[in-house]
């Protein structure tokens, strides 16, 4: 058995068994070992930020690392924008990047570079294996790494994938959470009796018992509920607790914090702004609150709340409430009507991947009244994700419909996701929202402070001339394809995508 073959096996063994993969001549070995180990769905992406953002979708919703394999220093380089988003997310998650040989690289081949160096700042654990010797060690190390929350990198020499191995290794297990301490649940307890307290939930407490646990505190002390702005995976609608986001905008998010006397953080951090932004704070919260962190991400967050729960003696669950938006009876299709359509038709059990960038200040409250549905947020800000993430999303829950809102600009990050939708059958609705421009960065311009308003400023936020056909383009990768301008249009082409086997995208023109 050869070390690619040992790397594969040993990846089954440890429960990763979804490859996302833009392969080139230095994991060719690793390529014809999938034909020994079937255990492994490997997966196509004609580009390797497809194939890092399918790893991060799969992983959230499926709860298991899946695997990328990538070319290289510049194979991971363009894998990049959507590593760094897994690495935010700290979204389990495997990079298996190919080398040149160890006799090869220090000769200066033109594809030669320092890929340590690339891929440590987005990754929890890096390492270079040596040799086919220790592939599989190494492996099954990634592995366990990145089911501690996170990020794994492995690179993996040429000659460690053709040389002899040892064969697979055995999984590695998993370090325990990290228990939190005792004096932490009194600390929140005591800020929480206080009153005008705030309990901040950060991604591992978005979950359903997560949300409940939560709800049941503040329901016991008074204290508001928020989530941070851009959770990895929120679950929500239904009767499911309903904590607010902390605004995106500074100039919201800040009065909206204001009055808290203290936050308490559950597997979240002290919120601060996306951007700088002159005369703006960048910590929203006001310096009068006192921040209090009961669990970080790294530590117990459900047992944190469980013992929080129990210190203040919280009430059971009570359940909520809210009614589903209707279907608007306009004829013009502008954000507004798109939000309401999106919401009053989202299906139960949907999986929601919002990549709509300025649109989503809509979208999100407009499917909070939908039925039980997952919401899968752009936790890192790179854009090129949306399209990705839904793929491999649809892969980690092949029984439930993703619905991908997409901002026209970010599309064409890595369109080539489409195509991959196409040949595996995934059952994706994706709406593009085509705006015709850089919305995000037309509003931003002015936030910034930035001067100017002509032609040069604004053909770099325009996307025009020519204008994108995106039903041409999903049509040319096999993705069934409607453009739509209008309500009814909207609403008869979302009903009949819902309903329909396989991926298809609708292109909303909004005014």
């Known amino acids: 058995m050869n070390g690619a073959e040992s790397v594969l096996r040993t990846l089954v063994a440890s429960g990763v068994r979804t490859c996302f993969a833009n392969p080139g001549t230095s994991e060719m070995h690793l390529v014809a070992a999938l034909d020994d180990v079937p255990e492994m769905r ?8 497809v194939a890092s953002g399918a790893a991060d979708g799969y992983a959230r919703m499926a709860g298991e690392p899946a695997a990328t394999l990538l070319h ?21 998650l495997v990079n298996l990047v190919g080398d040149h040989a160890v006799a090869h690289k220090p000769l200066g081949a033109p594809l030669a570079s320092d890929i340590e160096s690339v891929a440590r700042p987005a990754s929890h654990w890096v390492r270079t294996t040596p040799d086919a010797r220790a592939a599989a060690s190494d492996t099954a190390a990634a592995v366990a790494a990145a089911r501690a929350g996170g990020v794994a990198t492995l690179i993996l020499p040429a000659d460690a994938g053709w040389e002899p191995s040892l064969g697979p290794a055995a999984p590695r297990p998993v370090a325990p959470v990290a228990p939190v301490p005792d004096e932490a649940v009194a600390a929140a307890a005591r800020a929480l009796r206080a009153g005008g307290a ?19 505190i503040a329901a016991a002390t008074g204290a508001s ?20 986001g902390v605004p995106y905008l500074t100039e919201l998010a800040v009065p909206a914090l204001a009055e808290l006397s203290s936050l308490v953080l559950v597997g979240a951090q002290t919120p601060v702004g996306f951007f700088a932004y002159p005369g703006q704070p960048s910590v929203l919260a006001d310096p009068a609150t006192a921040i209090v962190g009961l669990a970080t991400p790294a530590e117990d967050v459900l047992g944190a709340l469980e013992a929080l729960a129990a210190e203040l003696d919280a009430p059971p669950y009570a359940g909520t409430s809210a009614e589903r938006v209707a279907l608007p009876t306009g004829n013009a299709l502008d954000l507004d009507a798109l939000s309401a359509v999106v919401g009053a038709l989202l299906p139960d059990g949907a999986v929601v991947v919002d990549e709509s960038v300025s649109a989503s200040f809509l979208l999100f409250p407009r499917t909070a009244g939908a039925g039980e549905h997952d919401y899968l947020f752009l936790t890192g800000g790179a854009i090129g994700w949306g399209l990705p993430v839904a793929t491999g999303a649809a892969l980690g829950a092949p029984d439930r419909r993703v619905v991908c809102l997409q901002a026209d600009g970010s599309a064409m990050y890595t369109i080539q996701a489409l195509w991959t939708q196409a040949r595996e059958g995934l059952d994706v609705t994706t709406i593009v929202i085509a705006n015709r421009s850089y919305a995000i960065l037309e509003f931003e311009f002015s936030r910034v402070g930035a001067s100017g308003s002509g032609a040069a400023a604004r053909s770099l936020m325009d996307l025009g001339r020519p204008d994108l056909s995106f039903t041409g383009l999903a049509s040319a990768m096999g993705v069934p394809a409607r453009r739509v301008d209008d309500v009814p249009g909207l609403v008869g082409a979302l009903r009949e995508a819902l309903a329909s086997p396989g991926p298809n995208l609708i292109e909303a023109v909004v005014a």
Do not use: D, I, M
């Not at 510049?74 to 935010?88: I, L, M, R, T």
């Not at 851009?230 to 607010?244: I, K, V």
């Open 42 to 49: 490997a997966v196509l992406t004609l580009f390797e930020g």
């Open 225 to 244: 509920l928020w989530h941070e702005t851009f959770p990895a995976r929120l679950a929500r609608g239904g009767s499911r607790p309903r904590p607010a």
């Open 198 to 216: 705030g309990l901040l939930l950060g991604t591992p407490a978005c979950g359903e018992r997560g949300l409940e646990l939560a709800a049941r």
């Open 72 to 92: 290289l220093g510049p194979g991971f380089g363009n894998a990049y924008a959507n590593v760094h988003n897994a690495y935010k997310a700290r979204t389990p």
